[in-house]
């Protein structure tokens, strides 16, 4: 049997008894069977029906059929709302005739949601969860010859109000009761997402014919060793049938070596190991390679038969060690990530579903948003658990780029019924995915859920629930115990926020800043971003600062005419409570509002942006005592005002230039410390950092007014914090002076800092000077601008001269006299010279010069 690559996490089809897989992905029709269908579409989806794609969704259906607008589009949300109404039923036939196999089971990857699966009539499964897969024995209900399969949906928001009625209400922050029912919370809308109410079958769907056995379950841990790596796989066989005597033959193979266990007659699991040399660690992005090795299971009969193997399936593996250091310290309790013995500040983003119809996220597009995040200098993806578990892709792909992941189980800012039939459904899912994630290199945490032990404290509940539960027992026992029964190598933490318990048994607040992980919002709701620096977390695990998309983005989204910041379509396209009067408010200290659309866009975006860069600066000056941030959010799941760096047309916001800046390698930001100021060094590099500090005080016209030179050095992957000169670090005009630090030379780019003596608004900023020229280089053209001003954020908003154009280089400080080269991907025929209208060359300049 070859291997390769693409073999990696799949089943393998092997012996001549081999497991036969036939996907049922054609000829499916899609029917509404009651509900509130529009009139016009009464003829078309009731005694009618629609071609539907499988694996897929109501909407993507209706989409392809003509037969509703893009529900991303104006106010074609609200148009849409009836789709959730409805009871939905998919249908397809198939030929099938006997083929010799002892077992023929229907495999459904997922079902959203509550379904009732029929095959020629006779109902073979009653499904009420998105988040699991589903296999049923068919053998009764097949018939040679032609099959019809149907599979009818009840309407997620009918089925989720009556599970409320019966489970008793909860506590949540939106009107529909998503803590009800097993599918993505954000599903029913979320203060930056669409409202869908999805129905479909919406992953894979086969029948597979098997013989004698099968690998129900494989379980993999790959610990490194001295010099190579072991792996032991746990594996449990399913029988064709109860009463076969047969044992089994279990066979794990890894680079060249190879170990055997056998299942005896009368059990149904085992452990195998192997071990094999020469193989090299895996290490997160930025602090080494990421090998990765196939290892492949199969089983065949004991004693050696004819059959050869009846199963076999392939996992790609990574050998590393991970722990989360959490001894308590004086000053508390850290949260700090070691890999491999090596401490990691983890620079990290949220992320939630990249299309409020995930059907549409394919490998490709994972890919895509993936390596945004690894040009951005981040390190770690943190998975919501308001979204969905991602397909096996995602994860692949965090394996392959060495971005680790943290993976919530899926319980979000509610609070959640433990009765039946939740719990046993919640169960089987929690078993599924921790054995499906469990065996990738990235996987460095599980997380019991988003803020709902933050909520149980803080936010009313224990009064509105008087007594009923809210999700405690999965978060304190039974997550805690399937982890350990399934993947002990996995750190489990109960939530996010979350304070470990401390050595006299107190529990500390879940948010308690001194402990733990740390959720950061006042900020954004009631305060302003400079008080980001009041705090001293030792991990910071959500905070952000919400910004509209790109400009491009806007306006194919949103028609409105005029387009004002709350036109109509504007207002539907901002989800969060009172979400343009805190844009506004968190504006107004930094910049005045504009009264142009245009520039009330790009403020917006470019205080969004100088929000979370102040934020991330800070914490990384913090390290150690600060161990990581996760920025929220990385990206968005339609075109919307939010806090994501990528928007939903998969654009890059200055944000995602704030990202890279401040998550850099190399980094010197200006922090105060005491009475007066600090230039503080970051180096996440493997190499010491040794050289000149440079810290000049200039005017705006690039007169050096004062400066100070240290020489540095800064060890691998630490930080050096240098006072500064009074002399330097106080101003004569706070409005028209600034600090520039620099360790100039080296041969790993430094991310310079920069420190302004007063808000943007209250400065002297001139009017942006500069020239621009183009010219034609591979792939698009490369933009020099050479300042004849002081230009404070210099931007190319180049989406506005091609949607399609991208550059990765933004948000660039020059003083008078300096030039930044911009490369730019853009479309063969674009005329370059539109990448230098002033409505592209953004600063912040004309935000403040009159």
């Known amino acids: 049997m070859t291997l390769t690559p693409e073999l990696a996490g799949t089943v393998v089809e092997s012996g001549p008894m081999r497991t036969h897989r036939r996907e049922l992905h054609e000829g499916w029709r899609l029917r509404a069977a009651d509900g509130p269908v529009p009139d016009h579409l009464r003829d078309a989806l009731g005694d009618g029906s629609v071609d539907a794609t499988v694996p897929g969704c109501v909407h993507t259906d209706l989409l392809a059929a003509g037969l509703i607008p893009d529900p991303y589009l104006d106010d074609n949300e609200a148009l849409l709302a009836w789709i959730g109404l409805v009871d939905w039923t998919y249908e397809t036939r198939f030929t099938w005739s006997p083929d010799g196999h002892e077992r023929h089971d229907l495999v459904f990857d997922g079902l959203d949601t509550v379904a009732t699966v029929r095959l020629n009539g006779r109902v073979v499964l009653e499904a009420a969860n998105q988040h699991r897969a589903y296999r049923v024995d068919a053998r009764a209900a097949l018939v040679e010859g032609e099959n019809v399969l149907e599979v009818a949906f009840r309407s997620p928001i009918r089925y989720a109000n009556a599970q409320s009625l019966e489970l008793g209400a909860r506590p949540r922050p939106y009107p529909l009761p998503y803590e009800a029912i097993r599918k993505s919370a954000a599903n029913f809308g979320w203060d930056w997402g669409i409202a869908t109410y999805t129905s479909g079958i919406w992953r894979p769907v086969r029948l597979e014919s098997w013989s004698i056995a099968r690998l129900a379950e494989v379980r993999i841990a790959a610990t490194p060793t001295v010099g190579g790596g072991r792996v032991e796989a746990a594996v449990r066989v399913e029988r064709s049938s109860a009463d076969a005597p047969s044992a089994f033959a279990v066979t794990a193979t890894l680079g060249g070596s190879r170990g055997e266990a056998l299942v005896p007659a009368g059990s149904d699991t085992a452990v195998v190991a192997v071990e094999a040399a020469g193989l090299e660690r895996w290490w997160p992005a930025g602090y080494g390679d990421q090998p990765l090795y196939d290892v492949l299971v199969s089983i065949r009969e004991e004693p050696p038969h004819v059959r050869g193997d009846l199963d076999a399936v392939v996992r790609r593996v990574g050998f590393r060690t991970v722990e989360w250091d959490t001894r308590p310290d004086a000053d508390g309790t850290p949260f700090t990530l070691v890999v491999n013995g090596q401490p990691v500040y983890v620079k990290g983003v949220n992320w939630i579903p990249d299309d409020a119809l995930p059907v549409r996220v394919d490998r490709a597009r994972y890919e895509r948003r993936l390596r945004q995040a690894l040009a951005a200098n981040l390190n770690l993806i943190r998975v919501w658990g308001g979204g969905i578990y991602e397909s096996d892709d995602f994860y692949e792909l965090c394996d392959e780029l060495g971005l680790l992941t943290w993976q919530d189980f899926l319980f979000a800012c509610a609070a959640y019924p433990e009765e039946e039939p939740l719990r046993s459904e919640i169960e089987a899912e929690a078993r599924e995915n921790i054995v499906r994630l469990a065996d990738h290199a990235s996987l460095v945490l599980l997380t019991g859920n988003n803020e709902n032990l933050w909520g149980h404290e803080d936010w009313g509940w224990k009064q509105y629930l008087d007594g009923a539960s809210w999700g405690a027992y999965y978060y304190h026992e039974l997550f805690p115990r399937l982890v350990g029964e399934l993947a002990p190598h996995v750190p489990y933490s109960p939530g996010s926020p979350f304070s470990p318990a401390q050595a006299d048994g107190s529990t500390p607040h879940p948010n308690a800043e001194p402990h733990g992980t740390m959720h950061l919002w006042e900020q954004w709701n009631r305060r302003d971003y400079p008080t980001y620096a009041e705090h001293r977390p030792r991990f910071v695990a959500e905070f952000g600062w919400q910004g509209p998309p790109a400009w491009s983005t806007l306006v194919r989204s949103v028609s409105d005419s005029p387009l004002t910041p709350e036109s109509p379509g504007m207002v539907v396209h901002q989800k969060a409570m009172e979400g343009n009067v805190k844009l506004t408010t968190g504006l107004l200290p930094h910049f005045r509002v504009p009264t142009a659309m245009e520039d009330w866009h790009w403020a917006m975006q470019l205080n969004q942006a100088h929000a979370v860069r102040f934020a991330l600066d800070h914490f990384r000056s913090l390290a150690p005592h600060n161990a990581g941030a996760v920025v929220w959010q990385l990206n968005d799941c339609w075109p919307v005002t939010s806090w994501a760096a990528i928007d939903g047309d998969e654009r890059l916001k200055p944000l995602w230039y704030a990202l890279k800046a401040a ?100 400065s002297g900023l001139p009017v942006a000077g500069y020239t621009a020229e183009t010219r034609s280089v591979d792939g698009g053209s490369e933009v020099r601008i050479t300042a004849t001003t002081l230009l404070r954020d210099l931007t190319l908003l180049v989406d506005k001269a091609d949607p399609d154009a991208v550059t990765e280089h933004g948000l660039v400080t020059l003083l008078p006299g300096e030039t930044a080269v911009f490369r730019v991907r853009h479309r063969a025929d674009l005329d370059p010279q539109l990448l230098t209208d002033p409505r592209v060359i953004r600063t912040a300049n004309e935000l403040v010069a009159r």
Not at 735 to 749: C, F, Q, R, Y
């Open 663 to 762: 998550f850099a390698p190399r980094v010197v930001s200006i922090q105060p410390r005491g009475e007066g100021l600090a230039a503080v060094l970051g180096n996440d590099t493997g190499a010491a950092w040794a050289g000149s500090l440079v810290v000049r005080r200039l005017a705006f016209d690039g007169t050096e007014l004062a400066a100070q030179t240290v020489p540095v050095s800064v060890p691998a992957r630490g930080s050096l914090t240098v006072p500064l000169d009074a002399s330097v670090a106080v101003p004569g005009d706070p409005a028209a002076e600034l600090l520039v630090a620099d360790v100039p030379g080296g041969s790993v780019p430094v991310e310079r800092g920069f420190r302004y003596f007063a808000e943007p608004r209250d």
